[in-house]
DNA sequence: GTAGGGTTAG
């Protein structure tokens, strides 16, 4: 059009070009695009600025994003809608939850789409207290219940450890589609409902249901890897291709050896790497780290050293192949190899995610982190914490060892301070509230000392205790937990 | 005939 037509790009030019920049991730070339729309005069055009928000966003470039919404003079709904979404996806939950409160601030009428972005980041960060807001907002103005809006609300109440609400609001959806039921055995996935995702799964192939896509495969795999469902797995991993002519991509693959690994098939998960290997299918890390988490799970030390070892070849920037490697020499007692692992840890500056949880009570959210003493409370947060502790070791609670958590912990460690994040949240949260289950979020995954603890906790409060680990839920009450111990 | 929104492993 530039090189050989008469005719100039209008505004109408730019958004379209700009949308397919982002569809394809193209920065530079969307970069280059701005450029143009701003010397060719567009650069105040509403739309065109909304366009380059997105564009930014979802390359990845918030600051990028941020910057032409600061500049815009005017800035309409769907600019805001663009930010919004765009931090949301970037894992900027909390920070899109705030230019949310912005937008209301200076005025303008929120839409559909406005909320399914806040819906998200409410998922993302437990965020329960504004989430029901919203949904209250939308049964109270009359706002409808389209698929995405219904499908973000089952995410979120899923997402904030209530599958039955996420099931609820499934049901009162008038029209569903793949994504909405995919969500809907993603919640029973998460929650450790293996066999009522595999129902759900079945209901839709046999209630004419949506058309199962990859992304429900790799829901419904997880699911049957999270509750020891071998079966039934390898019976919808065959139906994938057979029925549906889908291409197991690796993602589907990680879920069969995390699968068989669980299980404790690690023969047939290493053999079921191999076979792709020969296959000439790209053998990606993500295996071998399912693989490794299956050997530290089943306590095969020499299988587990081998790949930790392998992985830190193929990816030496990973902080967490460094950390499995240690953990692994911790468990199997070779102190020396530890130390070693941690030295070069800290020479190379690979540095550990640093651990928190997040816990809300009414509507107010408390964020704790591990030795935290920043609360006003913090006194009587770790006094209640004692007490809980000793009278779950006179029902039988035995801490892991000094030694051993020193060793394995996964979040900063501070000597003198000897309580993870997730345990400060959940006494917080027994002590501020009563009867009602507590939730808790956490960044991370959970540790065995506090899984374990949290068990006797659920006995000695006669409270349930949820929390929401980096990958699934646990739901404690009576002295037992929802995942089995099975994560 | 232009801009924004939901589901996925480790």
Known sequence: MLSSSNVSPSNYTFTSVIKSSADLCELKIGKGVHCHAVVSGFGLDSYVQASFVAL?????????????????????????NSLVSGLEQNGLGGEAIRVFYQMRESGL???????????????QTGGIGLGS??????????????????TALVNLYSRCGDVGK??????????????????????????????????????????????????????????????GLVEEGRSVYKRMSKRYGLVPRVEHHVCMVDMLGRAGFLDEAYSFIHELDAAGKATSPALWTAMLGACKMHRNYDLGVEIAKRLIALEPENPGHHVMLSNIYALSGKTD?????????????????VGYSVIEVEKKTYMFSMGDESHPETGEIYKYLETLMSRCKEIGY?????????QVEEEEKEYALRYHSEKLAVAFGLL?????????????????DCHAAFKYISIVSNRQIIVRDKLRFHHFQNGSCSCLDYW
Request: aromatic share 8%.
């Open 56 to 80: 930014y966003a979802k390359c990845g470039d918030v600051g990028g994003a941020r910057k032409v919404f600061d500049e815009m003079p005017v800035k309409s709904v769907v600019a805001w």
């Open 109 to 123: 009428e929120p839409d559909s789409a406005t909320f399914v972005s806040v819906l998200s980041a409410c998922a």
């Open 133 to 150: 807001w919203v949904h209250r907002y939308i049964v109270d103005n009359g706002l409808e219940l389209n698929v995405k809006l219904g």
């Open 166 to 227: 996420a099931r609820g609001v499934f049901d009162e959806m008038k029209e569903t589609n793949v994504a909405a039921w995919t969500a809907m055995i993603s919640a029973y996935g998460s929650h450790g409902c293996g066999k009522k995702a595999v129902e759900f799964f079945n209901k839709m192939e046999d209630d004419d249901g949506p058309i199962p896509n990859d992304v429900t495969f790799v829901a419904v795999l997880s699911a049957c890897a999270h509750a």
């Open 337 to 353: 190899e530890v130390s070693h692992v941690r030295d070069g840890m800290i020479k190379n500056n690979l540095r550990k995610q």
């Open 398 to 406: 035995a801490p892991v060892s000094e030694e051993v958590m020193h």
């Open 432 to 448: 501020k509230t009563v009867d009602e289950a507590i939730t808790v979020v956490k960044n991370l995954r959970i540790c065995e």
